[in-house]
């Protein structure tokens, strides 16, 4: 009777550190995948496009703007939205946008969600809802008017896929089951993201170097 | 050969259980207190649960020792499973400390990734309460086969 206990305790005990071992390694190798996964970087290089691109837009506003500043076209509605553009300029160089970028340089996913959070909170909230959210309004000429409609459904398209970049970095730190279809939608989601926030400070800098063409075209109906 | 390797990974598996065990306390102290959890209050129960597996293979372990379970000291294969067990956790452990390469890690503050680390609360109970499960079974086993040389012997002896 003993002997068969001890032959039976035996197969339950090996069955039991079998299934143990069995779970232990499985989390091992997941874990390894998984790290593996997640410390995919973007390498950003001083000839990357998207990062020459964003500055050659800034100096485009910037020219734009000096333009303004040194002409005699000048009157009250076009003075403020020099002022408002002047400022968001300062904004798209401030210390955490995609100007300030190092090239050369391996970023994180953490890096890149600054990168979108930064676009969120100066450039959306400050630049766009604080100073130029009134050319959406009744209240401007005419030709500002039509320049704002377009501005409104830019900055919402903007607004929409900046926020799907962000969520879509989150993902990382979700544990799964690692399959083909969830590890490369980790890998590569981070150069996507990257690519939607980069896109996004671009098409930014560009409205404003679309507005800030009505400034230098002298055509305005005050004239 | 073996049983060196075994008496190795028997002294290494002792060292990594208090460890493991201080480094899981650790995460899950601040956890408690970044979700605003009274650990010795209404969420003590919430707390034990996580602790428990530990204390008991902790104990085991002591047993073991004290009563110099052979079938336990000996058997390699629980060594072993026991050993992986808590590189296992160990790994869970420095991930969640450690690894900066996932987001939350850097949001949730207090620099751990709680949310990685209570994905694997669950795992980590399976994991210790069958190796719990097993010593017992083997101390058993022991018990049954002392009894049984101890009666082998009273027969050679008549």
């Not at chain 1, 039509?146 to 544990?175: H, T």
């Amino acid at each position: 009777m003993k002997k068969f206990i001890t032959d039976y305790l035996n197969i339950i005990i090996y069955c039991i550190l079998g299934l143990v071992l069995m779970i232990a390694s499985f989390y091992l190798f997941i874990n390894y995948y998984h790290s593996e996964e997640v410390k995919t970087t973007i390498y950003v290089s001083d000839t990357d496009a998207k990062y020459l691109n964003y500055k050659q837009n800034l100096e485009t506003l910037d020219n734009n703007l000096t333009k303004y500043k040194n002409s005699t076209n000048k009157d009250k509605s076009k003075d403020t939205l020099y002022n408002k553009l002047y400022t968001c300029s300062h904004i798209l160089k401030d210390t955490g946008t995609f100007y300030q970028v190092i090239p050369n340089q391996f970023y994180t996913n953490y890096d890149i969600y600054q990168l979108g959070s930064k676009f969120q909170t100066d450039i959306l909230n400050i630049c766009y809802a604080s100073h130029l959210s009134y050319l959406t309004t009744n209240e401007v000429d005419e030709n500002l008017q039509i320049v704002g409609s377009f501005l409104k459904n830019d900055v919402n398209i903007l607004s929409n896929q900046i926020k799907f970049a962000m969520e879509e970095i989150q993902n990382n730190s979700s544990y799964y089951f690692s399959t083909n279809v969830s590890s490369s939608t980790i890998r590569n989601s981070l150069s996507s993201d990257y690519t939607i926030i980069a896109n996004s400070y671009i098409e930014f800098a560009n409205i404003l170097i679309n507005i800030s063409n009505t400034l230098t075209e002298g055509g305005n109906n005050n004239d | 050969m073996t049983k060196i390797l075994n008496k190795l990974i028997y002294i290494l598996k002792n060292i990594l259980l208090p460890l493991t065990f201080i480094a899981t306390i650790y995460i899950t102290v601040f956890m408690f207190k970044r979700l605003e959890k009274d650990i010795f209050g209404a969420n003590l129960f919430e707390f034990l649960k996580v602790v428990i597996p530990f204390i008991i293979l902790l104990i085991l372990i002591l047993v073991n020792s004290f009563l110099n379970i052979k079938t336990v000291k000996d058997n390699i294969f629980y060594n072993l499973t026991s050993f992986i067990v808590l590189i296992t956790i160990s790994i869970f452990c420095y991930r969640a400390l450690l690894d900066q390469n996932m987001f939350l890690w850097h949001k949730y503050g207090y620099n751990i990734n709680f949310n990685y680390f209570s994905d694997q609360i669950a795992s980590i109970q399976v994991m210790l309460y069958g190796l719990s499960l097993a010593n017992i079974l083997l101390i058993i086993k022991d018990k049954l086969s002392v009894d049984k040389k101890v009666n082998k012997k009273v027969i050679s002896e008549t």
